[in-house]
T-cell receptor
Framework: AQKVTQAQTEISVVEKEDVTLDCVYETRDTTYYLFWYKQPPSGELVFLIRRNSFDEQNEISGRYSWNFQKSTSSFNFTITASQVVDSAVYFCALKEGYSTLTFGKGTMLLVSP | DGGITQSPKYLFRKEGQNVTLSCEQNLNHDAMYWYRQDPGQGLRLIYYSQIVNDFQKGDIAEGYSVSREKKESFPLTVTSAQKNPTAFYLC??????????????FGPGTRLTVL
């Protein structure tokens, strides 16, 4: 069975600090996809990134970067120079084969001025 | 603009009453989903539909029912059999459930409170 663990329940940082959100997954499949979503206080989940299991290249998008390591089954998300608008709950999710998406329990990030 | 709409945003219901949550999408997506979110629990799948007139139970389907008569609509009914219905409900859609890589797009959610 697939499983996603986000061990950090809540993280508090001060603006301009870098912060890394951890995501560890379990799967028996060799083909799978990993996702990150952001849920701001408004409630709607916003898609951030998708990564397939065959592509271990790290990705950078502005202040966001993602580190995918199959050897440790991790797909960590780093925000550089955090801003107040980054305050949200962040979810990591896993999809394998024809199964449905499995979400982690989320990490609440609070960025204070 | 394409997207997913959910109504109402806030819903109050008395114990013992059924209530229906609306979800509409104009993204021309085949697959639609309903999730329940409780504090500290993440998102749990209630039902999903891969195509019109077809739907499958998710992890926590008991006490809920759905229909998919039109491609763009996937209403969720919370029945009186659902023991603890107070939660935040999110609807989502994707191009296809069968294809693994499609991301899901979410609506703004409905917060249901049972009085």
């Amino acid at each position: 069975a697939q499983k996603v663990t986000q061990a950090q329940t809540e993280i508090s940082v001060v603006e301009k600090e870098d912060v890394t959100l951890d995501c560890v997954y379990e799967t028996r499949d060799t083909t799978y996809y990993l996702f990150w979503y952001k849920q701001p206080p408004s409630g709607e989940l916003v898609f951030l990134i998708r990564r397939n299991s065959f592509d271990e290249q790290n990705e950078i998008s502005g202040r966001y970067s993602w580190n995918f390591q199959k050897s440790t089954s991790s797909f960590n998300f780093t925000i550089t120079a955090s801003q107040v608008v980054d305050s949200a709950v962040y979810f990591c999710a896993l999809k394998e084969g024809y199964s449905t998406l499995t979400f982690g329990k989320g990490t609440m990030l609070l960025v204070s001025p | 603009d394409g997207g997913i709409t959910q109504s109402p945003k806030y819903l109050f219901r008395k114990e013992g009453q059924n209530v229906t949550l609306s979800c509409e999408q104009n993204l021309n997506h085949d697959a639609m989903y309903w999730y329940r979110q409780d504090p500290g629990q993440g998102l749990r799948l209630i039902y999903y539909s891969q195509i019109v007139n077809d739907f499958q139970k998710g992890d926590i389907a008991e006490g809920y029912s759905v229909s998919r008569e039109k491609k763009e609509s996937f209403p969720l009914t919370v029945t009186s059999a659902q023991k603890n219905p107070t939660a935040f409900y999110l609807c989502a859609s994707s191009r296809s459930e069968l294809t693994s890589y499609n991301e899901q797009f979410f609506g703004p959610g409905t917060r249901l409170t049972v009085l």
